[in-house]
C-alpha cells in the first residue's frame, strides 16, 4: 500500500540483533515464530492440526498488506520476532474479506466440522472475518508483536513498539489497539508498561489501546 511512513534503514539495537523492515520472503519465519508463541506466549505446536494457521489470521496478511508497518528481529539465528501493524483495521478487513479469507475457507475445515478445541477460535475467525469493534472509533490501527524466547526480556518489545507506534502516527493514526489474553499475564503487564491502557475487558482477555496523537511516541530516532 502507498502510505507515508518514516525511512526505515536496517537498524541494530543490541550488539548482533538488527530490525529490518518485514517482507514476504519473511512468510515462513512469521508462521514459525507465531507458532511458537501462539499458546499465549508459550509454544502452540503440540496444540494445533494447521501448523500455519494461526499465522493465516494473525500474522501472514500484514506482510502481504500491510508491510509498510511491519518489523523482524533478526539474530545470528535468523528472523527470530516481530511486530506487525495495521494501519486502518476496519479497510483492512474489508481486504480480508474479499481477497484473504475466501482461498482460507477453501483450504481449511469449517470450524462446525472440527471438535472444539485449540484451533476452534482461529477457524471461526477465518470462517467469519473480525469485527467491527467499537474501539475502532478512537483507536484504528492495531499490532501483534511476538518474540522467540532468546529475544524476550532485553527491550526489544519495547523498542518495536515505540517504533510501530512511531510509523502509525506519523501515517496519520490517532490510536492503535490489541487484544491479549488473559491467560497472558507476562504480556498484559508488557502492555501497561509500554503505554497501553485498558479500553475493554472480557472473561478472556483485554483489549489495550494507546493514544498517537502527536507527543506520544519517542522520538524518531530512536525508533529508526
Ligand atoms: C510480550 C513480549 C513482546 C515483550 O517483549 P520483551 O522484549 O520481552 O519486553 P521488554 O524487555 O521490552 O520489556 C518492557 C517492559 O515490560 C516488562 N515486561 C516484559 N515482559 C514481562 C513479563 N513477562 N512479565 C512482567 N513484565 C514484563 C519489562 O519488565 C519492562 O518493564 P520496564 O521497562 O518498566 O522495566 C515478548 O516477551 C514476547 O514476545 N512474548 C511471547 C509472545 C507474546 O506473549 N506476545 C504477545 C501476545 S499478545
Known amino acids: 500500500m502507498d502510505t507515508a511512513v518514516p525511512a526505515r534503514a536496517d537498524a541494530e539495537v543490541r550488539p548482533g540483533i538488527r530490525l529490518r523492515p518485514v517482507s514476504i520472503a519473511d512468510v515462513p519465519a512469521l508462521q514459525d515464530i507465531c507458532l511458537r508463541t501462539g499458546d499465549c506466549g508459550r509454544d502452540a505446536t503440540a496444540l494445533t492440526r494447521f501448523p500455519e494457521l494461526l499465522a493465516d489470521v494473525y500474522a501472514t496478511p500484514y506482510a502481504h498488506h500491510e508491510a509498510a508497518f511491519g518489523t523482524v528481529v533478526q539474530d545470528e539465528g ?23 479469507w475466501p482461498p482460507l475457507r477453501r483450504r481449511y475445515p469449517r470450524p462446525e466440522d472440527v471438535e472444539e478445541g485449540f484451533d476452534s477460535g482461529p477457524l471461526r475467525t477465518v470462517a467469519t472475518g473480525t469485527g467491527p469493534d467499537p474501539v475502532w472509533a478512537t483507536h484504528p490501527s492495531h499490532l501483534h508483536i511476538d518474540l522467540l524466547p532468546r529475544l524476550q526480556g532485553g527491550g526489544i518489545g519495547r523498542v518495536l513498539v515505540e517504533r510501530v507506534c512511531a510509523q502509525l502516527a506519523a501515517a496519520g493514526s490517532p490510536g492503535v489497539h490489541l487484544g491479549v489474553s488473559a491467560r497472558n499475564p507476562g504480556a498484559v503487564e508488557f502492555y501497561r508498561r509500554t503505554g497501553f491502557t485498558e479500553l475493554a475487558r472480557t472473561a478472556g482477555g483485554h483489549t489495550f489501546g494507546r493514544s498517537l496523537a502527536p507527543g506520544s511516541t519517542a522520538p524518531a530516532s530512536t525508533v529508526s
Request: one cysteine or more; glycine letters at 14%; hydrophobic letters at 50%.
Open 78 to 100: 535468523g528472523v527470530a520476532g516481530y511486530v506487525l501493524g495495521c494501519l486502518d483495521s476496519a479497510e483492512f478487513e474489508r481486504w480480508r474479506q474479499a481477497a484473504w
